[in-house]
């Protein structure tokens, strides 16, 4: 029976062993878990960050997009206010020479 005893205490012992590997080995694992726990959280921050700043820039550009859009309106009705004041002009011109004609010949019978 010591025999047996003695093989019992191997196999305790190797046991042992065997649940001191099993418990090194979840120790770094923690280490390795808690390690990328961190990395995550910072990531996440990051991402928050990146994503406050996607969105004040995408308000921004549509603020500037629809300034853009009402001075392309102004220059357009500008251009066409100043081409309408041409013609104005012309036609006063055409008429003021018409009429300068008509009172030169009232002037000069």
Do not use: F, Y
Not at 7 to 22: F, I
């Amino acid at each position: 029976m010591s025999g047996t005893g003695a093989a019992l205490r191997g196999h305790h012992a190797a046991l042992r062993e065997g649940l001191s590997e099993l418990r090194a080995r979840r120790d770094e694992l923690s280490g390795r878990i808690q390690a990328e726990e961190e990395e995550r959280g910072r990531l996440q921050a990051r991402i928050a960050t990146l994503s406050r700043r996607l969105s004040d820039t995408s308000e921004s550009l549509a603020g500037l997009r629809s300034t853009r859009a009402h001075i392309d309106r102004t220059i357009a009705e500008m251009d066409i206010a100043s081409g309408q004041i041409l013609d104005n002009s012309e036609t006063l011109l055409d008429v003021l020479k018409k009429e300068m004609g008509d009172l030169g010949k009232a002037i000069d019978p």
